[in-house]
């Protein structure tokens, strides 16, 4: 399949993540209560970081491998079942270390019908193998798949969350989605990508470098998932909520901003196994002027708006979230360009271990600025201990990638975007003050596209930005 097609269809996946969840979240945030909304991120929190250890590195490390044995279907069948293995076995162990931290941990043993979603969901991901289709390229299917379940599951939402405690219908109906696609994931591989194999499984043969892609992981859910769950122990459920409700915008976002780049690791993985550096530079380029042009103006109207976004999705009870929003639309832009030279350059060159150490570096500030932080000033303290540690991180993946590859930034992008931002700033603050909510948001963003547009015809006239429109080059 094309890079074209692959690109259409991961983007039209990512912005079904995006809507989706602006469907769900409004009407979630205002049917449960703060409480039991924040004892859903707590869970799942907690479930997620226990999905992370039983992945092992195998969802970065499966698609650069497929990626390598398209043609050789017996040995990628039993890379499969060798991954398969390694993944459900460590998600059967975890479930079971999950129910004993219900019956030792204090702050776990509230809910135990919470506990047993929470192992359904970490045995489902298992199964998902996302990671097989991603190799081979099938990213029509995966979108297909995706927006059917996630249809179903928006309309169960709605239809069986109707009180303020149905925090765990909330929790099972997502964990059922996810059932589903690992359901209909591992059948239609069975069905039709499976062959057989020679020889015995030889799962020792990935160890070393899951064990590097196994400690990125960990060291990553430090800051991206055990925030959450410190500030539970440090504070309380509707801190939790007033975090993680922006947060959760933050990173429907951040899902939207990864699609090229998920597209383009089996690629760049290709590319280099042909040694074509040239074609290596150019698709990362390609790739960090999407980051420059969805990333920087999301920070801008965050930052800008954040007030009136708080009030239409969550609804005027998350107000003391506002600041927390402002500083956590920085992270969809921080982790994009991380994941440029780290996920796109760094882990399909084998140079693993730099982003190792660079998640350790993030590892480390993140645990010490959330336990410093969190007591003086509770949520606030994570927004600004994840913002740091996410810089941290991209910092140093950026600096040991340019030591590798050259790339050049697009300062005309730049530049247009600039503009654009302050003339939507200028009809903001100088035309409409009084105006707010879906109002404000709708012309700020007519107004952001138009000028866009404009600068684009009649000034700067950006060969990536046509290629874009006409999809050359791609």
């Not at 440090?234 to 990173?251: G, I, M, W």
């Amino acid at each position: 399949m094309g890079l074209r097609k692959n690109m259409i269809s991961n983007l039209l996946l990512s912005s079904s993540a995006v809507l989706f969840p602006l469907i769900t979240f409004p009407y979630v945030t205002r049917t449960l209560s703060s409480d039991g909304l924040g004892s859903y991120f707590f869970y799942d929190a907690f479930t997620q970081y226990l999905i992370l250890f039983s992945a092992v590195g195998i969802p970065f490390y499966g698609i650069r491998e497929i990626s390598k044995l398209k043609i050789d279907e017996p040995s990628r069948s039993k890379l499969v079942v060798e991954l398969l293995t390694i993944q459900v076995s460590l998600a059967l162990l975890f479930s079971i270390i999950l129910v004993g931290a219900y019956l030792l941990i204090p702050g776990l043993n509230g809910d135990f019908k919470m506990i047993k979603i929470s192992c359904l969901n970490l045995i489902g991901s298992s199964f998902l193998m996302e990671w097989f289709y991603q190799g081979i390229e099938k990213f029509t299917y995966i979108t297909v798949r995706s927006l059917i379940i996630r249809s179903l599951c928006v309309l169960g939402i709605i239809c069986l969350v109707k009180h303020a405690g149905d925090n765990d219908i909330y929790y099972l109906l997502l964990t059922l989605a996810v059932i589903a696609n690992a359901l209909l994931n591992f059948i239609y591989y069975l069905k039709n990508y499976h062959h057989p194999y020679t020889g015995q499984l030889e799962l020792k043969r990935h160890v070393k470098s899951l064990l590097i892609l196994f400690s990125i992981n960990v060291s990553v859910s430090v800051y991206a998932v055990i925030d959450t769950i410190i500030l539970k122990f440090l504070t309380s459920n509707v801190d939790v909520s007033y975090y993680n409700v922006p947060f959760k915008l933050v990173k429907i976002y951040w899902t939207l901003m990864n699609a090229v780049g998920l597209v383009l690791i089996p690629r760049i993985a290709a590319y280099f196994s042909k040694n074509d550096m040239q074609s290596v530079r150019s698709a990362l380029e390609k790739s960090l002027n999407v980051v420059l042009l969805l990333g920087l103006p999301f920070s801008f109207f965050c930052i800008m708006f954040a007030g009136d976004i708080i009030n239409v999705v969550a609804g005027p009870k998350y107000v003391l979230a506002v600041p927390a929003l402002r500083l956590l639309s920085f992270i969809p832009f921080i982790i994009a360009v991380c994941n440029v030279f780290g996920a796109q350059f760094l882990l399909p060159a084998g140079k693993e271990k730099k982003i190792l150490h660079a998640t350790l570096v993030g590892l480390a500030i993140s645990l010490a600025l959330n336990f410093l932080l969190i007591p003086h000033f509770r949520f606030m303290g994570t927004a600004i201990a994840s913002v740091t540690a996410e810089t941290a991180v991209c910092v140093y993946i950026v600096a040991a990638a340019v030591k590798e590859i050259n790339i050049i930034l697009d300062y005309r992008l730049i530049v247009q975007i600039i503009i654009s931002a302050v003339a939507t700033a200028i009809i903001r603050y100088g035309f409409l003050p009084a105006w707010n909510g879906i109002p404000i948001l709708f012309v700020a963003g007519i107004t952001y596209c138009l000028s866009f547009l404009a600068l684009q015809l009649f000034w700067f006239k950006n060969a990536f930005i046509y290629s874009l429109v006409n999809f050359k080059h791609l």
